[in-house]
T-cell receptor, first 111, second 116 residues
């Protein structure tokens, strides 16, 4: 099945620095979605990028999509301690409807 | 509308008992998903509905698991004869399916199941 694989598995940075997380997938997609999850809580939708889009911004978030390389990246600028969470990408296949998640990137932002 | 809601938030049950969870999606959403998540792992797909039809079910889902969405609105997930390995967070999500794809999926806060 189509599963997003996030890289790195863990990332630790200082407040104010930028954080970049990458996602790779295997087959054709309709869109790719990024989510955040704080420990023990549900997933919060961050941003959806469609297959015909290359870049999308939302506040301090910037997502890119390269369908030729089957990869996406999430950049969080000027990070804050409150950004500490797990981040997941979920590609949505053209042939199906399920969203499939990888193991995520655990981001720690140190104050 | 306050988003996707799940009930209960926590459930502790003895091994061998049956449990049922409920999910109320965002009202205009026609697609509903169930996921299971254990500590340190990403959400694992279980099944999804479009309106009342169950369109896909994970091969990992044993016969002890059954899900329904009788009127295309709320959904229930039942686990029969629970085992300790069923202990996990059960997440529900909903989205709006359109001709060209679907919108983003919104998740509930989950039901944490502990089987003792």
């Amino acid at each position: 099945s189509q599963q997003g694989e996030e890289d790195p598995q863990a990332l630790s940075i200082q407040e104010g620095e930028n954080a970049t997380m990458n996602c790779s997938y295997k087959t054709s997609i309709n869109n790719l979605q990024w989510y955040r999850q704080n420990s023990g809580r549900g997933l919060v939708h961050l941003i959806l990028i469609r297959s015909n889009e290359r870049e999308k911004h939302s506040g301090r978030l910037r997502v890119t999509l390269d369908t030729s390389k089957k990869s996406s990246s999430l950049l969080i600028t000027a990070s804050r301690a409150a950004d500490t969470a797990s981040y997941f990408c979920a590609p949505q296949e053209t042939s199906g409807s399920r969203l499939t998640f990888g193991e995520g990137t655990q981001l720690t932002v140190n104050p | 509308d306050t988003g996707v809601s799940q009930d209960p938030r926590h459930k502790i049950t003895k091994r061998g008992q049956n449990v049922t969870f409920r999910c109320d999606p965002i009202s205009e959403h026609n697609r509903l998903y169930w996921y299971r998540q254990t500590l340190g792992q990403g959400p694992e797909f279980l099944t999804y509905f479009q309106n009342e039809a169950q369109l896909e079910k994970s091969r990992l889902l044993s016969d002890r698991f059954s899900a329904e969405r009788p009127k295309g609105s709320f959904s229930t997930l039942e686990i029969q004869r629970t085992e300790q390995g069923d202990s996990a967070m059960y997440l529900c999500a909903s989205s709006l399916a359109l001709l060209g794809g679907s919108t983003e999926a919104f998740f509930g806060q989950g039901t944490r199941l502990t089987v003792v």
